[in-house]
């Protein structure tokens, strides 16, 4: 059985990837004739990606990971650092997005293009980044790390309360926010 870390990291991308895709196709149909309901969705999208991807699963991927990993598999380790710099840049990423979304909601369609160009690329590099972790790092965690190497980084993640997930724990602070993507953004996240 695999570790419960590679386990939580698996369904933390596939949550962050229906994520992506939902704010995909919320962009793709636009705003309609519901403008507040639309940039309202977006906004609660952006905020999660900056909140649950950013803050807490990066670090624990980075800080308790990452460096076993490049320790045990000195093959993956180039690849571990361009994924270290991708993190360290991440959060900058996602608020370039909130603020060319607020562009657009406040100062109207001649910033929408501006957003959707640079969502295109955040989305390109994430799912990229999201490939290189589950094809060649997570392979070379499983099949060198110590069993110590993976109590460690079990207990880092075991914390982790994404609040998209279904069937783990999540942290009540968050309950307003998963209700408000999952009632309102389009499938695959939503049921909007």
Same mark, same amino acid.
């Given at each position: ?11 933390? !991308?596939?949550s ?5 895709r939902s ?23 952006? +905020? ?21 990993v490049?320790?045990?598999?000195? !093959? ?6 361009r ?16 603020h ?5 909601e ?5 910033r ?12 390109? +590099?994430y799912?990229? !980044?999201?490939?290189?972790?589950e ?8 099949? !060198? ?11 880092? +993640? ?6 998209l997930s ?11 926010? +998963? ?14």
């Amino acid at each position: 059985m695999p570790p419960v870390s590679l386990q939580i990291i698996r369904e933390e !991308h596939a949550s962050l990837a229906a994520v992506l895709r939902s704010l995909q196709l919320l962009v793709e149909q636009g705003p309609g004739d519901h403008p507040a309901t639309f940039f309202d969705i977006a906004r609660a999208i952006l +905020f999660y990606i900056d909140e649950f991807p950013e803050r807490e699963h990066h670090p624990k991927e980075t800080e308790h990971l990452f460096p076993l990993v490049a320790l045990r598999a000195p !093959h993956v380790a180039d690849v571990i650092a361009r994924l270290d710099q991708e993190h360290a840049g991440g959060e900058a990423a996602v608020r370039e997005l909130q603020h060319l979304l607020l562009g657009w909601e406040l100062m109207g369609e001649g910033r929408r293009e501006g957003f959707v160009r640079a969502l295109e690329r955040y989305l390109d +590099f994430y799912l990229e !980044h999201m490939r290189l972790e589950e094809t060649l790092v997570l392979p070379a965690a499983q099949a !060198h790390l110590a069993p110590e190497d993976w109590a460690a980084v079990d207990a880092a +993640f075991a914390t982790n309360s994404n609040p998209l997930s279904q069937g783990r724990p999540r942290d009540p602070a968050y309950d307003r926010l +998963f209700t408000r993507i999952v009632m309102r953004a389009p499938s695959p996240l939503g049921k909007g």
